[in-house]
């Protein structure tokens, strides 16, 4: 079993870039660092090199979230260009820096039927699959329900097109379902997807409830003491499996909580 934790992005008490985020990140204990592209990919090849050796001689597992902006069931033409760009850029610098995957939000089903949708964003990642990164193609579960990505679209999507792997959000699959997650069945339906390290995000979320109040819509990201969800439950679960994976903390205090996460499954037993 092998478990991997740390931070979207560089740590609160960092005082510099990326590079020193990474670094502080191990003398943290801490050993996976997302690389946030949210906004834009604006980091220069040259740059995304030089990272990669950092986190390399620090053993720290990189990944990438790839631009909010990224839409797979865009009907204009434009937009789905752009969007193709900010993923093929994104596979790009993480190439270069030896990154495990790239992640992103699928998309939204707009006017478009679930069925529809489905084609659409298939029919883009099996053209970006073929754009020969060693970097995988990660799709995160979406937190709200007019977005096209729940759980059962990512693994549907992976098994359908290579070099694509499913990607959880514990948190939006909490929010999404309004308040309410089952580990354990989340992680047997994700195991039905064969992978030798799973890659997931983790924090507490606010959120609004939809439908009646059946299912939700995330709001924001909160740190792990508001407790929902709860984190030693899932902790639990993983262990049981024996899983390998990583686990990056989206809580507004990013490291803070990773350190807790670590805590919890050291109190479980587990040696990092």
């Not at 990474?22 to 604006?42: P, S």
């Not at 707009?110 to 659409?120: C, I, N, P, Q, V």
């Not at 995330?218 to 639990?236: C, R």
């Amino acid at each position: 079993m092998e478990i991997r934790l740390g931070p979207a992005g560089i740590p609160t008490k960092t005082t510099g870039g990326t590079d020193q985020g990474i670094i502080d990140v191990a003398k943290m204990g801490l050993n996976a660092f997302e690389v946030e592209f949210v906004r834009g990919v604006h980091m220069s090849p040259e740059v995304a090199k030089k990272i990669g050796i950092i986190a390399r001689e620090n053993n720290v597992s990189l990944s990438i979230h790839a631009p909010y902006f990224i839409n797979l069931c865009q009907t204009d033409n434009v937009k789905l260009s752009n969007s193709k760009r900010w993923i093929i850029d994104s596979l790009d610098r993480g190439r270069l820096m030896e990154a495990k995957l790239i992640v992103f939000h699928p998309g939204a089903y707009g006017k478009l039927s679930k069925d529809e949708a489905f084609e659409r964003a298939r029919d883009v990642c099996e053209e970006l699959s073929k754009h020969g990164s060693d970097c995988k193609i990660g799709l995160e579960t979406v937190g709200k329900a007019g977005q096209f990505g729940n759980l059962d679209e990512n693994i549907r999507l992976s098994k359908a097109v290579k070099n694509v792997v499913p990607v959880v959000d514990f948190a939006h699959i909490y929010a999404r379902n309004g308040g309410h997650i089952n580990y354990g069945a989340v992680l047997d339906k994700w195991m039905s997807f064969h992978m030798s390290h799973y890659h997931s995000h983790f924090s507490c979320i606010n959120f609004t409830t939809v439908k009646n109040g059946v299912g939700g819509n995330e709001k924001n990201h909160m740190p792990l003491i508001a407790g929902q969800p709860h984190f030693k439950d899932l902790a639990k679960e993983i262990i049981k499996r024996k899983m390998n994976i990583t686990i990056i903390s989206e809580s507004p205090v990013l490291e803070q909580d990773s350190l807790i996460m670590k805590k919890e499954f050291q109190a479980l037993g587990v040696k990092f």
